[in-house]
């Protein structure tokens, strides 16, 4: 379980700081990239978190294949885990991280019982 916790906790803070670092680097190589002009002869410019937002969804699907992995090795079977961590990987590791707690107390108490 430490093991788990020490793992995703790593993986979430170089993901989150891989996507930021990624977008910075390619506004500053493409400045002009998120600036669109307005058929007025105004111009309209999103902002960074567009872009660090897309690549943290990537990442997030990176989060979705690990965890499928380790819910396999875990024995959990729970398809809202991964769609959860699709749009929130902090959410979705959260959650896996507390359904092995309950699964390995569940273990626990049933081998005390017999």
């Not at 294949?65 to 729970?78: P, Q, R, V, W």
């Not at 990987?89 to 707690?101: E, M, P, Q, R, W």
């Amino acid at each position: 379980m430490i093991d788990l916790i020490k793992k995703y906790s790593l993986l979430l803070i170089i993901g989150i700081a891989l996507s930021r670092i990624v977008a910075g680097i390619i506004l500053n190589t493409f400045p002009d990239l998120l600036t669109s002009e307005l058929p007025d002869g105004g111009t309209s410019t999103l902002s960074g978190g567009y872009l660090s937002a897309g690549f943290e969804y990537i990442i997030n699907i990176v989060f979705i294949i690990l965890l499928a992995k380790d819910m396999k090795t875990e024995k959990i079977n729970s398809p809202l885990i991964l769609i959860m961590t699709f749009f929130s990987a902090f959410i979705g590791i959260l959650i896996f991280l507390l359904s092995v707690a309950s699964n390995k107390i569940n273990r626990t108490k049933i081998e005390l019982n017999e």
